[in-house]
């Protein structure tokens, strides 16, 4: 009986379905374990070989842990909402929605072809308004919620309303956008318009003016990742940087509870210090500079004690100061400077090393000497840090020193031994000097005091500082969540609960209005039923991706976004898979959307992600053809030295073992119907290398071509195969034959002639010491996500069952085991084959027993003055006054000692002799 892949993978994914074998219920006899991949944007590209990598680490320790005997929740669905359909509706005139159903129905077709054993039962699609109602209830909740500083929590709008009207902002301490102060009276003498306007200085979700990245060509607000080099990634348009009115949530004042709950957390230390960096803790002062006008404005800075080495000032582009600050003679120059730094994001700001900037024309005196200090603009200053502006210390700071060098600006040295010709700036030990008052303390003792001056001076006061800023949340588009807020009298309001989803309106186009207004704006009667207008932005792709395993926990409930029950039982993710591009990004809104959710009761842990594991990226390997210039004949890679050639990338799937398909090259591409060879051995060898797959280097696998030649099972075992996990390997089809020749070969121990045949004799010492290395190097690998080396030693394993010609039922069936989580297939046909009734799935994951692995024997190495001359087998129990008595009795040991006593005999247990003659 062959091994028919194809048959044997519908047969069985039809079963798994038709049963419901991954259906998961709260099960409170099974300890819980919840495993989650980070969910696709379905592009109609569907999925390339690099893409299943995560899915099947996840799915190899869901079935692990359903064997040995957890309830295991394992969900999937889709991000569904983004840019890309979009830009297809506006090419197209297509809706969104068809577009992404139809990506959604082909990742599912393919997803379903590779054996993951996710309960689909759970699925969930952000453009679901079924779904979406969930990502709205809660802006609405956090838009009637502020966050109480001194509590460390968010609490209701109403509470706060109350407090202002007792007590003003007397003794509150607030997350803010604004610092504010006034008294009850104040409070309740204003219109019901000017309190909506102070609440949203306190808002967790607030409308507030900030800096974006704007395209005028798409008429959106584009995420940093969305643009490079000025200009966006999809359709290459122009970015500028524009403050606009956006909708925002209040990320910063989670700042520290984020960064002490990474503490807790099963996550690489290098992703933990990608968060923490993110975020950003410094402790600092803020220092108030005036100008030779009486104007006065604020820095912060971390180095107070550097305060005796500032030469200069510096402003971010953005600054509010920077309209005021600057000269009518200098207004020109910095009109166009500020124009040339609209079209780079902060990101690649802070990327680029390069020097810029542009004199303001204005001075700052210093506030202990009075010194006057030139106030320059530059891009390397950002307005979301800080203040916005700098005092700056060349001697001290990297950045601070080229822009000096570049613009011939005075240079103080402070601290004793840093050498500022070799931009030396490590100002962590050493002795102040040129400092003031501040000369002869160490850099510690300098710190603290010169904050203690700042603020003894009332010069300013000492802060805790954060990098991490408030996200901009709303975009300028058609295809995303629909903001359930209206406006009455030009302030936000939010519709009640009850009308919640929101659904999407039609609209004739998916373009801007006319007049500048999102597509949203296009709707008939986009109002509510008051006649109300209705918010035009939709909120961004991580709106829907911020809480979704929460929603996997009961997807169906149309009551809440979780029920207590199912919350309190599945609590959190327990291991979590996904790429590094989400190291900041959706770990940080995830890690605040959830702790906000903690905050009003809804999620009962405080982090959703217990454990998190990055996969590395499957890179392509391209092949290359090398075309004869000026000609349309192709030479075979060894001879390219002996032309004049042009290598061009040729489609991997024509592409055998680096072989190339003459036929389907020429069918490949009508530019090559007539090409011609020149061959090696009657051969066309390609060239290759390693690169990122994608479409324009043709060198994208897709799944469904090696599930059809190989077989699911081979491309779960070779994915895991290619290397560890985490890191990025180059995707290789050399490789695939051996490892489905592994399965060919483990479907053999089950049949001979032929025929299904197993025994029921009971196995031998060997075979169970083969079977019980393979369990305990499986349970390890697993359990440390070493899957390589666990399809190495399945390998090994059926090599010696085969040579030992075992067929035995107690050893095949665990070995079975074993192997389901990685290819389920063939593990659950020959499980049935056995006569098990039951899916292989539910069965009991075997220990391993240390008794079978414990050697009989050991061979040493009898050595004479270190070199080796014979070996001699001795049992485990052999002492060593047994072991030197027969080797200095044994005939060969005569001839090496030739009548000499020995000196030593040294024993090394289990491995060597040594006799020193």
């Excluded at 009486?294 to 004690?305: E, G, L, N, Q």
Aim: hydrophobic residues 35%.
């Amino acid at each position: 009986m062959e091994y028919n892949f194809g048959e044997i993978e519908k047969r069985w994914q039809q079963y798994w379905n038709e049963h419901e074998v991954y259906r998961v219920t709260e099960e409170t006899s099974k300890p819980k374990f919840y495993v989650l991949d980070m969910f696709p944007y379905p592009s109609g590209a569907g999925l390339h070989v690099g893409h299943p990598l995560g899915y099947i680490a996840s799915d190899i320790y869901s079935r692990y842990k359903r064997l040995k005997g957890f309830n295991v929740l394992h969900p999937m669905g889709y991000d569904a909402y983004g840019l890309p359909a979009e830009q297809y509706a506006i090419q197209t005139g297509q809706h969104p929605a068809i577009t992404t159903r139809n990506n959604i129905a082909r990742y599912r077709e393919q997803l379903d072809k590779l054996g993951f054993s996710y309960d689909w039962s759970r699925e969930v699609q952000t453009c679901d308004p079924q779904y979406y109602k969930w990502t709205q209830w809660a802006f609405i909740r956090m838009f009637h919620s502020y966050y109480c500083n001194q509590a460390q929590q968010a609490r209701p709008i109403s509470e706060l309303v109350e407090l202002f009207s007792r007590q003003g902002t007397e003794g509150l301490d607030l997350a803010c956008s604004e610092p504010m102060s006034f008294t009850a009276a104040e409070w309740n003498g204003k219109s019901e318009k000017d309190q909506q306007e102070i609440l949203m200085n306190y808002r967790i979700a607030y409308l507030g003016d900030t800096l974006v990245n704007w395209c005028p060509q798409l008429g959106t607000v584009l995420a940093n990742d969305e643009v490079s080099e000025g200009l966006s990634i999809r359709g290459g348009y122009p970015v500028e940087q524009k403050k606009m009115r956006q909708w925002c949530l209040r990320v910063s004042a989670y700042a520290q509870r984020l960064l002490d709950g990474l503490d807790g957390l099963d996550w690489s230390d290098s992703l933990k210090e990608t968060q923490r960096n993110w975020i950003g803790r410094s402790v600092g002062a803020v220092i108030n500079f005036k100008t030779a006008d009486d104007f006065s404005f604020d820095i912060f800075t971390t180095r107070a004690d550097t305060i005796f080495g500032v030469t200069f000032m510096v402003l971010a582009p953005e600054s509010e100061l920077v309209d005021r600050l600057t000269t009518p003679g200098q207004r020109e120059a910095v009109d166009a400077y500020l124009l040339r730094t609209k079209k780079r994001t902060e990101r690649e700001r802070i990327a680029d090393k390069s020097v810029s900037g542009v004199f303001s024309g204005s001075y700052a005196l210093h506030p202990f000497t009075g010194e006057k200090l030139p106030i320059w603009i530059s891009d390397y200053v950002l307005a979301g840090y800080g203040t916005g502006a700098i005092m700056a210390v060349p001697a001290h700071d990297s950045r601070d020193y080229a822009f000096a060098k570049h613009f011939n600006l005075p240079i103080i040295p402070l601290i004793e031994g840093c050498d500022v010709s070799e931009e030396s700036f490590d100002a962590k030990e050493g002795i102040m000097i040129n400092s003031g008052f501040l000369n002869g303390l160490t850099v510690k003792e300098a710190i603290t005091k010169a904050i203690e001056e700042v603020e003894n001076r009332n010069l300013g006061y000492r802060k805790v500082n954060f990098r991490l800023r408030d996200a901009i949340f709303s975009r300028q588009r058609y295809w995303g969540e629909p903001f359930p807020v209206y406006y009455k009298d030009g302030m936000p309001y939010t519709l009640d609960e009850s009308e919640l989803p929101l659904e999407l309106p039609e609209v004739d186009k998916y373009l801007p209005t006319e007049t500048g207004e999102p597509p949203l704006g296009r709707a008939k009667n986009w109002k509510t039923k008051e006649g109300y207008p209705l918010e035009l932005s939709t909120m961004p792709g991580f709106a829907g991706s911020s809480a979704y395993y929460l929603r996997y926990m009961d997807p169906r409930n149309d009551q809440t976004l979780v029920s207590e029950e199912a919350n309190r039982y599945w609590r959190n993710v327990d291991l979590y898979i996904g790429g590094t591009e989400h190291a900041t990004g959706h770990l940080i809104y995830s890690r605040f959307w959830n702790k906000f959710l903690f905050d009003i009761g809804v999620s009962c842990e405080e982090e959703p992600f217990k454990k998190l594991v990055n996969q590395g990226m499957i890179q392509g390997r391209s092949n290359f053809v090398y075309r004869i210039k000026g000609t349309n004949t192709f030479v075979s890679y060894n001879l390219k030295g002996e032309y004049d050639v042009t290598p061009i990338h040729v489609d991997v799937n024509i592409v055998h073992n680096d072989l190339l398909d003459l036929k389907a090259f020429r069918s490949w591409n009508p530019e090559y119907s007539d090409a011609e060879f020149i061959l090696e051995d009657g051969k066309y060898i390609c060239g290759w290398a390693v690169e990122k797959m994608s479409k324009s280097m043709f060198n994208v696998v897709n799944p469904d071509v090696i599930v059809e030649k190989y077989g699911a099972d081979t491309l779960r075992l070779y994915e895991m195969f290619l290397g560890p996990l985490e890191l990025s390997k180059p995707w290789d089809t050399n490789g695939i034959d051996g490892v489905h020749r592994f399965l060919r070969k483990l479907w053999n121990l089950f049949h001979a002639n032929g025929e299904f045949s197993v025994s029921d004799e009971e196995p031998t010492r060997e075979e169970l010491k083969s079977l019980h290395k393979l369990i305990r190097k499986v349970t390890f690998d697993i359990e440390n996500f070493s899957f390589n080396t666990s399809v190495s030693a399945f390998m090994i394993c059926v090599n010696e069952l085969s040579q030992l010609k075992c067929n035995k039922r107690a050893i095949l069936g665990d070995l079975l085991i074993c192997l389901a989580p990685f290819a389920p297939h063939i593990a659950e046909e020959l499980w049935h084959k056995l006569g098990n009734r039951e899916t292989i799935c539910d069965a009991t994951f075997p220990e391993v027993n240390e008794a079978y692995l414990k050697e009989d024997t050991f061979a040493y190495a009898i050595s004479f003055n270190g070199k080796s001359r014979f070996v001699l087998e001795f049992g485990a129990d052999a002492t060593n006054a047994e072991i030197e008595k027969v080797v200095l009795e044994h005939p060969q040991s005569q001839k090496w000692l030739d009548g000499k006593a020995p000196k030593k005999v040294i024993i090394v247990p289990r491995k060597i002799v040594n006799v020193v003659i």
